[in-house]
């Protein structure tokens, strides 16, 4: 069965420190991988994507995320954390298919001490 | 270009009573879909559409009902409301069935 799985439901980094949010999925395909970001009260925005081609990919806000296709991972960095980075994260994978669908990770919440 | 907007923000509804979530989008995109977000449990696909005029089923579409008889909107229907449908409410659209999905601001709906 496909599934994401974000093994971390709440994380506390200080300002400045280094940020890794972990993502493991199961997919039978070739997926397509997504992180989305969800402040307070709104809704879902795209950090960064995966299709194909370089595994580590640059997203907006200073994020990256690598895929390692041997770990069925997708891992969210980002080298130095703001205050307002502090918000929900959603990790979510897509295939080939003909819907489009996402499977979306349970999230994990994001927060900074100053 | 507002993007994907939803109407309304936020409802009350007592049980068993009935209501249309609106999701409109004014970027052509073909694929949209409505999500239901529950503490703990990510964003759960309800029900989404390829095209105007279609409809499918997603992950947990017991209670809901859509149309898709505009492109650029998608109405999101629940006949008989039960507090088990108290969540917050999310639509998205896409443009090819490989791209991003763009989500909306919610409707967060409670159920008494």
């Known amino acids: 069965a496909q599934s994401v799985t974000q093994p971390d439901i709440h994380i506390t980094v200080s300002e400045g420190a280094s940020l890794e949010l972990r993502c493991n999925y199961s997919?039978?395909?070739?997926?397509?991988l997504f992180w989305y970001v969800q402040s307070p009260g709104q809704g879902l925005q795209l950090l960064l994507k995966?299709?194909?081609?370089?595994?580590l990919v640059q997203g907006i806000k200073g994020f990256e995320a690598e895929f390692k296709r041997s770990q069925s991972s997708f891992n969210l960095r980002k080298p130095s954390v703001h205050w307002s980075d502090a918000a929900e994260y959603f990790c979510?994978?897509?295939?080939?298919?003909?819907?489009?669908?996402?499977?979306f990770g349970q999230g994990t919440t994001l927060q900074v001490k100053p | 270009n507002a993007g994907v907007t939803q109407t309304p923000k936020f409802r009350v509804l007592k049980t068993g009573q009935s209501m249309t979530l609106l999701c409109a989008q004014d970027?052509?995109?073909?694929?949209m879909y409505w999500y239901r977000q529950d503490p703990g449990m990510g964003l759960r696909l309800i029900h989404y559409?390829?095209?105007?005029?279609?409809?499918a089923k997603g992950e947990v579409p017991d209670g809901y009902n859509v149309s898709r008889l505009k492109k650029q909107n998608f109405l999101l229907g629940l006949e008989s409301a039960a507090p088990s449908q108290t969540s917050v409410y999310f639509c998205?659209?896409?443009?090819?069935?490989?791209?991003?999905?763009?989500f909306g601001p919610g409707t967060r709906l409670t159920v008494t």
């Open positions: 998205a659209s896409s443009m090819h069935r490989v791209n991003e999905q763009y």
């Open positions: 979510a994978v897509g295939g080939s298919g003909n819907t489009g669908k996402l499977i």
């Open positions: 559409s390829v095209g105007e005029g279609t409809t």
């Open positions: 970027m052509n995109h073909e694929y």
């Open positions: 995966y299709f194909s081609g370089d595994t």
């Open positions: 997919y039978g395909a070739t997926p397509y």
